[in-house]
């Protein structure tokens, strides 16, 4: 069976990225709404976008209004702003949700049809140039298909996808990544190794993915606890960024699967950011879909070194003690620590489990998953 592969049409990453990204940004457009929140603003990291535009002679226009979890209201107003101000490309600056931001604003430009309405379609439109600039190692949302976004009227996470929906250009610079905080570092990083592991353990993984999502989780678990107790290693941030990347190439090109599919009712109904979401649902979830690809996980297991000689099984039980230890390094809180109240969240789960099972990432595990099957994993997972 043939296989399509999907990537941004440019990737320019490394060092000073931006700097030499700046010539493509000229072929852009004339004037570039720039996609962000404050934090970017305060930070500097919008700072160093403007200057780069500044001296290319592009004009510009900030949108820094963006928040961690962003809805359809947000996309709207920004579509507004973007038309107000006459500009005619994008850049997305900052973690997923500028970029999900961003990626709603383009198809928002192209149509009068209300986002909602493009759920569970392949979104074809022509919309302007777009380009994104990650600042967290995470999401890999600069080289995907797909966005969230929140539904204000539903509070549920839309999951939009199309092939227009990915970067034009992805411009990956690690310098971005270095004033992220200890925590924003871990929840953004198993974010990542989520989309590996869950794309190489899919129904969808294909050869070319399979080498992308072993790659970027070899790199994380070398790289992100040195990035996360030395935020100022410049090789190890680097490495997270290129992980990064790659787990987002794997995944659009596979799926993701149980653990996204549960994390995003829970992000919406409980408004927890979505690596955090994902991290606290990893290890439970991974420990009960394994017996369903014991061959798939043993791979990964042998890959980073962990087993050699054991069977699948073995492989795959010593590959979960060893993300289990990762996990435990990064310091995730549980949900009663986080503080998502324990009878609210109960009262909840049975539409947690049904928004999941909606969302088709849960059937892209190799194991059945049927909603009771999330029902109870959401009751044993919560702590």
């Not at 852009?28 to 290319?56: S, Y």
């Not at 005619?88 to 961003?102: K, N, R, V, W, Y």
Request: hydrophobic share 40%.
């Amino acid at each position: 069976m043939a296989n399509n592969f999907l990537t941004p049409k440019k990737i320019i990453s490394g060092n000073n990225a931006l700097i030499e990204a700046g010539e493509e940004l000229t072929k852009c457009g004339r004037k570039a709404f720039i996609v962000t929140d404050e934090t970017m603003v305060k930070l500097g990291n919008c700072g160093m976008l403007e200057e780069i535009l500044k001296e290319k002679q592009i004009d510009y226009v900030v949108f820094p209004e963006v928040n961690y979890e962003p809805d359809d209201r947000i996309v709207m107003k920004a579509a507004d702003s973007y038309r107000d101000n006459n500009c005619d490309f994008l850049i997305a600056l900052g973690g997923g949700s500028p970029i999900d931001t961003a990626k709603a604003l383009s198809v928002l430009l192209s149509s009068d049809a209300e986002l909602s309405s493009y759920m569970g379609k392949i979104i074809d439109i022509q919309r302007p140039a777009l380009i994104a600039v990650p600042t967290t190692a995470g999401t890999g949302s600069e080289a995907t298909r797909f966005t969230i976004i929140n539904d204000t009227k539903t509070t549920t996470k839309m999951l939009l996808s199309g092939p227009c929906l990915i970067p034009d250009l992805a411009i990956i610079d690690p310098r971005f990544t270095i004033s992220a905080p200890k925590s924003v570092t871990a929840h953004t990083g198993i974010d990542a190794l989520c989309h590996a592991i869950e794309s190489y353990t899919s129904r969808k993984a294909q050869p070319l993915s399979d080498t992308f999502a072993l790659s970027a989780i070899k790199r994380i678990f070398h790289n992100l606890p040195v990035c996360y107790e030395d935020g100022s290693n410049t090789e190890a941030r680097i490495q997270m960024s290129l992980a990064a990347l790659e787990a987002g190439i794997s995944f659009n090109n596979s799926s993701v699967t149980i653990v996204h599919g549960m994390s995003r009712p829970m992000g919406a109904l409980f408004h927890v950011p979505h690596g955090l979401s994902n991290a606290m649902l990893l290890e439970g979830c991974m420990n009960y879909v394994a017996d369903g690809a014991y061959e798939r996980f043993a791979d990964i297991s042998r890959y980073l070194g962990y087993a050699k000689d054991e069977d699948d099984k073995t492989a795959t039980e010593i590959f979960l003690h060893e993300l289990s230890g990762l996990l435990k390094k990064l310091n995730v809180p549980t949900m009663s620590e986080y503080g998502i109240d324990k009878d609210t969240y109960f009262a909840s789960i049975s539409k947690m489990a049904s928004d999941a099972y909606a969302s088709g990432s849960p059937s892209n595990t190799i194991k059945q998953i049927t909603v009771e099957d999330m029902v109870r994993l959401y009751k044993e997972i919560y702590r």
